[in-house]
């Protein structure tokens, strides 16, 4: 059975959100869950932010497969991690699939959220984060533009799916129940579509 860590983003991911209905679905199949709260999502530090990451990525079962979903400032995260891995931490750090969920764009800011950008597009430490990496936003994400999420897409060599209507693909998007999400852990070729 996999692995999955799921990566919440600025504020969290509360039991409506489409992140706790993931890791039940999981849980109920024999997964390995794991979510973990980090620390002062209203006013997340990118430094705290990864020295947790690395202990959670250094405490995740050698399983057959080890996969990652992160949304918004959780995928800003997982690119700095990957940015900053070094190739001696390669092996014990790295996972095999990792989807990136409306990561904000080089625009985007707030005064609560410190040290996260600029976002680091290092295509070389993605590759060595993960074995397959994916983008997905919504057309009209106000964090992120389709134009800028192209460009970091084009940058980090990596597959981007962009979900019409679908903003920031979280709750107040209607991103509660998302079959697409629980598809993509089963098989990493499945679209990445609305919830509805």
């Given at each position: 059975?996999?692995?999955?860590?799921?990566?919440?983003?600025?504020?969290?991911?509360?039991?409506?959100?489409?992140?706790?209905?993931?890791?039940?679905?999981?849980?109920?199949?024999?997964?390995?869950?794991?979510?973990?709260?980090?620390?002062?999502?209203?006013?997340p530090k990118?430094?705290?932010?990864?020295?947790?990451?690395?202990?959670?990525?250094?405490?995740?079962?050698?399983?057959?497969?080890?996969?990652?979903?992160?949304?918004?400032?959780?995928?800003?995260?997982?690119?700095?991690?990957?940015?900053?891995?070094?190739?001696?931490?390669?092996?014990?750090?790295?996972?095999?699939?990792?989807?990136?969920?409306?990561?904000?764009?080089?625009?985007?800011?707030?005064?609560?959220?410190h040290g996260?950008?600029?976002?680091?597009?290092?295509?070389?430490?993605?590759?060595?984060?993960?074995?397959?990496?994916?983008?997905?936003?919504?057309?009209?994400?106000?964090?992120?533009?389709?134009?800028?999420?192209?460009?970091?897409?084009?940058?980090?060599?990596v597959d981007?799916?962009?979900?019409?209507?679908?903003?920031?693909?979280?709750?107040?998007?209607?991103?509660?129940?998302?079959?697409?999400?629980?598809?993509?852990?089963?098989?990493?070729?499945?679209?990445?579509?609305?919830?509805?």
């Amino acid at each position: 059975m996999p692995y999955v860590l799921l990566l919440h983003g600025h504020t969290g991911s509360g039991p409506s959100h489409w992140q706790s209905w993931l890791a039940g679905q999981l849980a109920e199949t024999g997964c390995v869950v794991d979510i973990p709260q980090l620390s002062e999502p209203d006013h997340p530090k990118l430094d705290v932010w990864l020295a947790e990451l690395r202990h959670h990525l250094r405490a995740a079962p050698d399983t057959e497969e080890r996969i990652l979903l992160a949304h918004s400032c959780g995928a800003t995260l997982w690119l700095h991690h990957a940015a900053r891995l070094v190739d001696e931490e390669r092996h014990p750090l790295r996972f095999d699939r990792v989807l990136l969920v409306s990561p904000p764009g080089p625009r985007w800011h707030h005064p609560d959220v410190h040290g996260f950008h600029p976002t680091p597009l290092d295509a070389a430490g993605v590759r060595r984060a993960a074995g397959w990496t994916q983008l997905v936003i919504g057309d009209d994400d106000d964090a992120c533009s389709v134009d800028e999420a192209v460009e970091m897409a084009a940058a980090l060599k990596v597959d981007l799916d962009v979900i019409p209507g679908g903003a920031h693909l979280n709750t107040d998007a209607g991103y509660g129940l998302w079959p697409a999400a629980r598809g993509w852990v089963t098989d990493r070729h499945t679209r990445m579509i609305m919830n509805r």
